[in-house]
């Protein structure tokens, strides 16, 4: 029996017992049999302690697994969570695990970096985005998503007015149709516009800006968004519009200046332009400037350019050329070239009457003349306007040189003229700077034919020319003002000799006569010029004597008055040279603290001609200084006739060529020594 055998509730086996092949016996095993029901009611209590450790171990298997998985998830929750809490993208989850939760964890710390660089990038985009230039972003069809402060600033519109509408919000309608095409085409062809484009303010005010645009383009290449920069343009397009205006127009006037007429007259210059260009100056300007101060000065310009703007509203251009010059441009005047001239003077008289009308300064009235010099231009003669304009300028050089009419039209002499001037006024410039100036002496007698004194003479000693006459380049020197330096060297190295004649015996108590030009005369700090070369030289004042014309009385007598005063304060005579060719009247001559009067050499000159009636004025001059108590002295005494019928009439003081002709220092103390002066 191999197989068991159940009976009796027992489960029989008999099985063979074998050693190396060699079968000994048989083993009979009888098995008791239990049944299922009777097994559990004899184990029940091992099979409940089973149960129990089972629970026991699927417990601890629970915590060990809850440990192992939901830990780190929870972790990394409550990261998340403060992550979201602290807004603190910098911060990264840690963990020594290498597993599918040290995974995790790095992907974490890898979103948490990107979330980082990306809040980063977007808050360099918003300080990008909120520039000083004005910024809007549209979508593909052009309705703003977002501006920025600036925007606001800029154009007075906030975000919320303006979200969701077209930049069309800000159109001001200076740019036409054409204009927006363009920029269009622009944009959708290259991608990129910029320019300067007028934009209206909420406010309604106008403004420029430059504004470039840009599209944002996807992958595909389609536009998606335009984003718009702009800057104001108001201030610096008014830095600029100021500049230009200083560039074209005089600043104390604000009338035109130069380069606005070169300008005007180069686009208005055709061959069938009629004009006329008058350039005008005033008279007594220059005297003005110098007596009363350059406030004052401006102060007369200003009116001047009052006068014009007022009254002389018919030009199409006021200029101020520089200093007292101005012109008048008038544009389509008469085509006929006699009558465009007609006209031309006509309008020249108008700006000559317009200045005589007295002007203000310090609230004293004041005469001022003008002189006006024409250009003119006809179909027949087209001209260019550097030409017209420097024709009209030596017109006026030569309206000045004429005493008589004050208007001149151009021609062609006139220009070299003009042209001798300007080389004349170089060439005086360096002639002070190199010492080219001398003084020569001629004397002065009295009815015994005894030197008294002399009068100080300039002469130029110009290389190449040899001794060059006052009468060619004083006028000159006046005009340019150069005569200011010149006279003050005149005065300083006349006190210098007058010093040094004290020296000799036979120069010792001679008077030194010094021409003193109305210039130099109303120039501020004269007499303390004066005060000094006498100071510095050493020179007895009482031997001074300073020749003033009678120009000088043309203006404020009561200026003249005290200036002359004070001259004579500092012990010095004042003479009145060229005495009756100008202004004076009795009613001056008596305020005018004078020691002398030089009658003109004019009167001298034909005085023995029976026709003249000059020998009545020289009588009368002379008993006119007895009057007031005047020296008088004939100067240009030529003859033995003319001195002894001077002689006859009383005077003795004289001064002529029949004595001496104006000499060299060293000349005229030899010629001292021959005709001794003997103090009386
Ligand atoms: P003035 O002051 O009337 O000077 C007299 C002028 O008459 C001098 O001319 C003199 O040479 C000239 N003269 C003297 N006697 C006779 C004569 O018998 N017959 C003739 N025909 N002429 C005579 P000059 O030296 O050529 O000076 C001319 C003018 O230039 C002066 O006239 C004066 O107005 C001016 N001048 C000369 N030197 C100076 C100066 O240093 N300063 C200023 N501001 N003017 C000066
Ligand atoms: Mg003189
Ligand atoms: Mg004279």
Redesign the pocket.
Known sequence: MAKGELWDNRLHFLLPASYQDTLFGQVYIQLQATSPLQIIKRDSTALVLIGLLMMFASYLLAASVEKRFSGPILRLVGFLEHISDSQQLRQRITTHENNEFGKLYQEVNTMLERLDQSQKELQLAAIAFDTPSGMLITDANNQILQVNQAFTQITGYSAHECIGKTPALLKSNRQDYTFYQDMWHQLNTHHYWSGEIWNKHKNGKIYPEFLTIQPVLNEQQDIVNYVAAFIDLSQQKSAEAKLEYFTLHDALTGLANRKLLTETLEQQLSPTTSGALLCFDLNNFKLVNDSFGQESGDHLLLQVAHRMRSQLKDADLQVRLGADEFALWFNQLSAQPRLTALEAEGLAERVMSLMTAPFFINDQPLSCSASVGIAITTPSEPISAALLIQQADSALHQAKQTDSSQTAFYDAKAASVAREYIQLHTALRQALNNNEFC??Y?PQTNAQGRVIGA?????WNRPEQGLV???HF?PA??RSGL?LE??NW?LQT?CMSLRSWQESPSTRGLTL?????TR?FYQEGFVDQVKLALQNSGANPRQLKL?L?ESLLADDLNRVVETMKALVDLNLQLSL??FGTGYSSLQYLQRLPLHQI?I??SF??DMLNSHSKNEAIVRTVLSLGEAFGFEVLA????TLDQLKFLQQLGYCQF????FC??IPQDQFLDYCKQYNYTPS
Request: proline letters at 5%; glycine letters at 6%; a negative charge.
């Open positions: 003084l020569f001629q009068e100080a003479l300039i002469r006459s006052p009468l004083i020197a006046e005569i010149i006279g005149v006349a006569s010094v021409n003193v030009s130099q020749e014309t040279d060229d030089k003109d050499q001298i000159k100067e240009g005494v030529e001064q002529g060529y029949y002709r104006p």
